[in-house]
């Protein structure tokens, strides 16, 4: 996979994707999101993946927002349609059957938070800075913010991320449930790589049926989740994946689970 902003690798089934313009700080364009949007179409025929960890170049940012001389040129007339571009690429990256873990080295504000939190969890340095200071610009958060950062830590504080603008620390932001782990800068890519790993292990399918569980099932009353979550259960259970599981479980040996 070639891309003008992006760089892909794989570490056996875990890709690392790298968002490659160090010298904007990693900041999102028109090209970053085209870029995002052909590598997620082909990245579903990437056989034998089974994590995604997607970080920023370099120390200083994750990504440390959109692009604003970009921002400037937009009318008020195509400002829906570049919002929307946006959150689809976004959504596409949640909707993922393999797991997504946003490697948040240095800033993530704006967009780039926006970014991580369309990821399933963030693993962030001490050093990590988090927040959306679009209201400090004239703007509002476009590619989904206002709705995942709700979702992510509730009303109150998406509230008060949000309308302040204000930047926060890494602990802060553990501590309001949007981080869900903190690591010294040269442990970031370790520590995403051994819980990707810690995925991999496990049954793609299972994996896969249980994220769609949990995402599609947050929104619904309990009673509609529980459904939900018996349903993906008995699809599951017809599956290669459970026989093998529990056939190695009563065998006492590791499962040999086939993509």
């Known amino acids: 996979m070639n891309f003008e902003t992006l760089e892909f690798k794989r570490e056996g089934n875990i890709g690392i994707l790298t968002i490659n313009r160090p010298k904007a700080l990693n900041a999102l364009n028109a090209q970053v999101i085209q870029d995002l949007k052909s590598f997620l179409t082909q990245v579903k025929s990437e056989k034998g993946l089974r994590a995604l960890i997607l970080t920023g170049s370099g120390e200083k940012a994750f990504v440390a927002g959109a692009d604003i ?14 919002s929307e571009n946006g959150q689809i690429v976004f959504q596409e990256i949640e909707d993922l059957p393999i797991p997504t873990i946003a490697a948040v080295n240095g800033f993530a504000l ?8 369309a990821c399933d969890f963030i693993v962030a340095t001490k050093t990590a800075k988090l927040g959306l200071p679009e209201v400090s610009l004239g703007l509002i958060p476009g590619y989904g913010g206002t709705q995942r950062l709700a979702r992510y830590c509730g009303k109150g504080v998406a509230r008060m991320m949000t309308l302040t603008g204000d930047v926060f620390t890494a602990d802060q932001c553990a501590i309001w449930g949007l981080v869900t782990m903190v ?5 970031l890519i370790p520590t995403c790589l051994k819980l990707a790993a810690s995925i991999s292990k496990r049954s793609p399918l299972g994996v896969a049926l249980a994220k769609k569980s949990i995402n599609q099932g947050y929104d619904l009353d309990q009673t509609a989740g529980m459904s939900l979550e018996a349903k993906l259960f008995a699809e599951v259970f017809a599956s290669a994946d459970k026989k093998e599981g529990v056939a190695a479980f009563l065998e006492k040996r590791a499962p040999n689970f086939n993509d």
């Not at 001389?69 to 570049?82: H, P, V």
């Open 183 to 187: 690591t010294d800068p040269t442990e």
């Open 110 to 117: 704006g967009g780039g938070l926006e970014l991580a939190m």
């Open 69 to 82: 001389k970009e921002m400037e040129s937009i009318s008020a007339a195509d400002a829906k349609q570049f």
